[in-house]
Structures are given as structure tokens and as C-alpha cells.
């Protein structure tokens, strides 16, 4: 397992979190040329690690139970502001010990007040996106896997930026600490992950994973794994490799065309795996887990929204069990690649489908596009903020 760890000095001598990865001035008693002190991201470390590092400090290893509880639970970053921890353990673990904190650059509310956009900033100057979605009883927060996304997908804003960097498990599951922190304050609690936003999860695997294992944590967020779905643009190594995996988490896989030809139009990433190869490893992870698979489609409009897609898509999934889940495209302003399709063509093909299909058939009715929050819409780019890359502004997000 790697620990994030910052080369900075005890937090006492520098302004607030430094962020992992990045230098801070070494402060008084450290020497020029002298290497500066790590400091261990405490914020991403798992209980037994945290064990290890409160035992190695001669603290009993309950402390680490106080210090999972602040973090995870409380969301807390200031280790000065842990009040039951003792003073003396407090000053020890700020010589070698930080809590990471992203910070928040803009927050933005649909006008229907269920969904919220969260702009956050990464060391080094690049920004990813986190989702709030209240519906139907669920309070969902979809988080970002990756800055940017190798994989563009041509309907997609998030594809748009390129690929810009992995996150480290502290920055995927800070999102969720601070969404929930923003759900608490409105009196509502997650109830919902979904590694649905910026990038592909199945491509950032260890990172992603360690965080879901801490979304669970009892003395944490506390989300089941069954309340946590994992969104993959059909990467299928990455599917295999879930499947082996204890956590029962759901898997959304997008399929998006009932052909390889049209398939490999929409996404790049279909041009390494085949319609057929992605329902054998659908299988798999149904046989292993247990867990029905969710198949996204976005809905383009004369592209995959005909009659024999349709009736094709219900053959492919007709003996996998499965949940098929419609997504009328969300058009990406002027320069939009793809047209949504009118409401009686998106009717009709639902009709369609559940006449011939045995599965459960929804229609994603995408909340938030007036914030740039639906699905397909996120970049990084609140346009009350200057893009840190003066690259893609369109704003548009993740895997649908
Ligand atoms: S849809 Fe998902 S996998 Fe495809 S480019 Fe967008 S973020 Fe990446």
C-alpha cells in the first residue's frame, strides 16, 4: 500500500494543509540543502495504517480509532481542533503527520435546489468536479476519479480536457467529506456514491478502491458497498479485476451502441474491446458478485436512438441480468458534437425496449444542467473562474 506523504514541516510552522506532493519553506531549524521532513497525509490512510502509525508513536492504538473518527467522520482537517486527543499527542503527530483538505473553489445550486456542482482545486493547478444529486429519497454525491480523462468519449466535456492526472484516494474521498459536510448542513445525509464523475475509475484502480474501502468505514461515511456504484467506460481488465474484489460494489457499465462500429464512433476506448468482450465481463462480474449490472446509454440522436437499436440492445442484455438505465443526451452548448433526441423518438424507444427486453428499463432524467452538472457536463470550468489552463471551457462532466 503507498501513503501519500508531503515533504513540508510540522503544520504549527506553515499556514494550513500542504497539499501532497509539494514543498513548503522548511521553517527555522532546518538548514539549507538539508532534505525537509515528510509529513504523512493521515487523510487516505486506512484503519490498520492508521494503527501502525499511532502504536509506532508509543500512543495506544484506540487513538487511531479518535483520529478515523475526526477525519472520516467529522471531517475534520486542523489536527489542533481533534479536542480529545491529548495536547502533548497532538504536537507529536503534527511533527510528522497532516490532513489533507481540497480546496473549494466554487459551489453552485441548481435552480431546482436538488442538485450542486463542486469545484475543487488540485496542487499544481488543475480542477475536478464533485456532484450532489437529491432524488427520489436517495442524497447521491458523484466523485471524480481522474483530472481530465484519457478516454474522450466524443459526447463527453470531461473527454474534452485530456487527461490531466490521477487522484490519490485522499482527493477522492475528501470530495465526499466535503459534499457530505455541505448535505449536513442542509440537514440531509449521503445516502449514495457514484464513481460517475471526471474520468475513469477502473483506470485510477488502487486509489479508487482504497477509497471506497474508507467510504464504508463504520466510524466514517459509513456508505454500504451496496449503496456505492463504480461507472466504467467498458475498460475490461478493470471489470475482471473488480469482480475478484470483496466490496460488492454496483457496476454501471456504459454501453452506449448496440453495434462495435458505432461504438467505436462514440468512444475510442471500443476500439480495444468488443460489445461481446464487455457482456462476457458483465457476466463475470454477476457471477462473482452477485449484483445485477446497470448498462448506460446515452440517447444521440440519430446515431444509436433507432427502432433496431432498440430491439439490438434488448438482444445483447436478453440474458444477462441487468438494469438498462436511458440518458437523453445533455447537448454541450453551440460546438455540442450531438444533438439530444426530441421527447417522442426518447418515448418510443423506451416503449420499444421494455417490450422486448425482460429487464428493468429507466430513463435518466439528468437533473442540474443549468449548473453544468448533468451528465456529460463536467470540466472543471465554473465560468465565474478563469480555467487554470486556458484549455476547455464548454463545461461538461463524466462517464454516462
Ligand atoms: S464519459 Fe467518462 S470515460 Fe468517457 S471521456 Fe467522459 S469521463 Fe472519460
Excluded at 490498520?48 to 479518535?66: I, K, N, S, T
Excluded at 436511458?326 to 426518447?346: A, F, K, T, V
Excluded at 480555467?387 to 471551457?393: E, I, R, T, V, Y
Aim: hydrophobic fraction near 40%; charge should be neutral.
Amino acid at each position: 500500500m503507498t501513503i501519500d506523504t508531503a515533504p513540508v514541516v510540522a503544520p504549527d510552522r506553515v499556514p494550513g494543509p500542504v497539499p501532497a506532493g509539494q514543498e513548503a519553506d522548511p521553517g527555522p531549524g532546518v538548514g539549507a540543502g538539508e532534505p525537509a521532513a515528510v509529513l504523512t497525509d493521515l487523510k487516505g490512510l486506512e484503519p490498520a495504517e492508521l494503527d501502525a502509525l499511532v502504536v509506532g508513536m508509543g500512543q495506544e492504538p484506540f487513538r487511531a480509532r479518535q483520529l478515523q473518527r475526526w477525519i472520516y467522520a467529522r471531517g475534520e482537517s486542523d489536527l489542533a481542533a481533534m479536542t480529545d486527543l491529548a495536547a502533548g499527542f497532538r504536537r507529536q503527530l503534527g511533527q510528522v503527520a497532516y490532513v489533507s483538505r481540497l480546496p473549494l473553489l466554487a459551489t453552485r445550486v441548481s435552480a431546482t435546489g436538488t442538485v450542486a456542482k463542486f469545484v475543487f482545486a488540485l496542487a499544481g493547478g488543475e480542477r475536478i468536479e464533485a456532484v450532489y444529486i437529491a432524488d427520489a429519497g436517495r442524497r447521491t454525491a458523484c466523485l471524480s476519479s481522474q483530472a481530465g480523462c484519457p478516454l474522450a468519449c466524443r459526447f463527453c466535456a470531461t473527454g474534452r480536457l485530456g487527461f490531466r492526472r490521477n487522484l490519490t484516494a485522499a482527493e477522492i474521498i475528501d470530495q465526499l467529506l466535503q459534499v457530505g459536510a455541505w448535505a449536513a448542513a442542509r440537514g440531509q445525509r449521503l445516502s449514495n456514491v457514484v464513481m460517475m464523475g471526471m474520468g475513469e475509475p477502473l483506470l485510477n484502480y488502487e486509489p479508487v478502491l482504497r477509497a471506497i474501502r474508507l467510504m464504508r468505514l463504520e466510524l466514517g461515511p459509513a456508505i454500504g458497498g451496496r449503496k456505492i456504484t463504480v461507472s466504467t467506460a467498458g475498460y475490461v481488465p478493470g471489470i475482471r479485476r473488480l469482480a475478484a474484489e470483496p466490496l460488492n460494489v454496483g457496476l454501471a457499465i456504459s454501453l452506449h451502441a448496440t453495434t462495435d462500429e458505432v461504438r467505436r464512433q462514440l468512444m475510442p476506448i471500443a476500439r480495444g474491446f468488443t460489445i461481446a468482450e464487455l457482456l462476457a465481463a458483465a457476466r463475470e462480474y454477476f457471477d462473482r458478485r452477485g449484483r445485477r449490472v446497470t448498462f448506460e446509454y446515452v440517447l444521440l440522436g440519430g446515431v444509436n436512438d433507432a427502432d433496431d437499436d432498440a430491439r439490438r440492445l434488448a438482444a445483447l442484455t436478453a440474458d444477462l441480468p441487468c438494469k438498462l438505465n436511458l440518458i437523453p443526451y445533455n447537448e454541450l452548448g453551440q460546438d455540442s458534437p450531438y444533438r439530444r433526441p426530441d421527447p417522442g423518438r426518447i418515448d418510443a424507444f423506451r416503449r420499444l425496449l421494455e417490450a422486448h427486453s425482460i429487464h428493468a428499463v429507466t430513463v435518466r432524467d439528468s437533473q442540474g444542467q443549468d449548473i453544468d452538472a448533468a451528465c456529460g457536463q463536467l470540466a472543471g470550468a465554473d465560468p465565474s473562474l478563469p480555467h487554470p489552463s486556458g484549455g476547455a471551457s464548454g463545461g461538461v462532466r463524466g462517464s454516462v
